[in-house]
């Protein structure tokens, strides 16, 4: 029996074709367009663009000022689950900072990383305080959920978002004394 090359080197190409196209549209229809489509309706975001891979799902966002950070996260974790999985959720947010913001930031932030590695969240607030009575026009706030570590500053001009990774309590078992 005879192989014949023509109609052989067809059917790989067309199978190829049809695997990887399918793959595409699976992947636009089931994950990406419904995720664009969650991230597009949540309030706060002006515009969002995810990106999947293997093990996190990393959306770029834009936010307008009055956007709350942990109902952004929970909206888009809550809605997206199906689309997420078990990939880690991170977002990243369009750098509208300035200067001023970032100077406050660095500031802070040897407080806030002692704060999160000693896992201290409760003098998170307290440093939120502390920048806004020493830097007259930042408005500086924190919020935290099971997950993360929320903070938001402003100036009159720009807005500044972060998002930081808690690790929370694990309570083990007590031993027999």
């Known amino acids: 029996m005879k192989i014949r090359l023509i109609p052989t080197v067809l059917t790989a190409v067309i199978s190829a074709g049809l695997l990887i196209g399918g793959w595409y549209v699976h992947r636009s229809v089931a994950t990406v367009g419904p995720l ?10 002006i515009a969002g663009e995810p990106v999947i891979d293997r093990s996190s799902v990393t959306i770029a966002l ?3 000022r009055q956007a709350n950070l942990r109902n952004i996260y929970d909206t888009i974790a809550t809605k997206g689950e199906d689309m997420i999985g078990k990939r880690e959720l991170k977002l990243d947010f369009e750098d509208n900072g300035s200067k001023e913001l970032d100077d406050v930031w660095a500031s802070i932030l040897f407080d806030i990383a002692q704060a999160m590695d000693h896992r201290n969240y409760a003098e998170i607030p307290e440093t939120m305080k502390d ?46 004394v």
Not at 36 to 45: Q, Y
Not at 132 to 161: F, R
Request: aromatic share 4%; hydrophobic share 35%; net charge neutral.
């Open 131 to 176: 920048v806004q009575a020493k830097h007259a026009g930042i408005e500086a706030s924190s919020e935290m959920d099971d997950v993360n570590v929320y903070i938001t500053l402003k100036n009159s001009k720009s807005v500044k978002h972060i998002v930081l990774p808690r690790t929370p309590n694990t309570i083990g078992a007590w031993p027999n």
């Open 62 to 64: 834009k936010l307008d």
């Open 36 to 45: 664009e489509r969650i991230v597009a309706e949540t309030p706060g975001v």
